[in-house]
């Protein structure tokens, strides 16, 4: 009885996907797939490259270095333990406050740009290219962090955020990124744009995510103290 079920359900499956004219295949598996998975699979990369660079820059610009003499630019791109943390808070002094909210202003700076320059294009073009796609690539580096936050924290938000400075403005700018994300997709994405934000984009980020995980390891390590 199962194998007769599973035969029937490769049949239906196979009928799915032989049929040139099936909705499916039209809106998600056309030409701009390959590409809109491409972008995807890389934001990872692209993410926590651009992290290090913001990291690099800061640092050699207004922290003479002090940060970089412990930070290896790992694939993470991000301090990573308690260690280095504490030790990166200790060379910088009081300018460690700083140095974090510069970094956190910048990243959330530049995928709000990122999200006007996306509105204003898809108001020009009316459809979605793929330069569209990039740049909602780019917001989305601080919508990962902000959906990160927000599920991460949600359970203690009233204790662990509300009654810390830092953390209410972080959880400040990650809601309004969060309220933007819900409305470029209610407002600016039709159903086709919508199915392959689910179907292909998603799926690519976390498919990235691990393909990331496992090469960055190898090429870029962290190094701990």
């Given at each position: 009885?199962?194998l007769?079920?599973m ?8 009928m799915?996907?032989?049929n ?14 390959l ?7 890389l934001?990872?990369?692209l ?11 800061l640092?050699?610009l207004f922290?003479?270095g ?13 301090l990573?333990?308690c260690?280095e943390?504490a030790k ?6 009081n300018?460690?406050?700083l ?10 700076s530049f ?13 020009k073009?009316?459809k979605?290219d ?8 780019v917001?989305s ?8 936050f927000v599920?991460?924290n949600?359970?203690d938000?009233?204790?662990?955020i509300?009654?810390?400075?830092k953390?209410l403005l972080?959880?400040?700018q ?15 994405m039709n159903l086709k744009?919508k199915?392959k934000?689910?179907l ?6 976390y498919?990235?995510l691990v393909i990331w ?8 390590p962290?190094?701990?103290?």
């Amino acid at each position: 009885m199962k194998l007769t079920t599973m035969r029937i359900g490769i049949c239906i499956l196979k009928m799915f996907f032989r049929n040139n004219n099936n909705k499916f295949r039209r809106v998600i598996l056309n030409k701009d797939s390959l590409k809109i998975i491409l972008v995807f699979i890389l934001f990872y990369v692209l993410k926590t490259q651009f992290q290090n660079l913001v990291i690099f820059t800061l640092d050699h610009l207004f922290f003479e270095g002090i940060v970089s003499d412990i930070y290896t630019y790992n694939y993470a791109g991000k301090l990573s333990g308690c260690l280095e943390v504490a030790k990166a808070q200790e060379l910088l002094g009081n300018k460690a406050n700083l140095f974090y909210s510069m970094t956190v202003a910048i990243f959330f700076s530049f995928s709000l740009l990122a999200y006007v320059l996306l509105i204003t294009r898809i108001k020009k073009i009316l459809k979605f290219d793929l330069l569209c796609w990039m740049l909602l690539s780019v917001f989305s580096f601080n919508l990962f962090d902000a959906l990160q936050f927000v599920i991460f924290n949600f359970p203690d938000m009233h204790d662990y955020i509300f009654r810390n400075q830092k953390l209410l403005l972080l959880f400040t700018q990650y809601s309004i990124t969060v309220v933007l994300a819900i409305f470029l997709f209610i407002k600016y994405m039709n159903l086709k744009v919508k199915l392959k934000v689910l179907l292909l984009g998603i799926p690519s980020v976390y498919m990235g995510l691990v393909i990331w995980a496992y090469i960055g390891r190898l090429i870029m390590p962290i190094n701990h103290l």
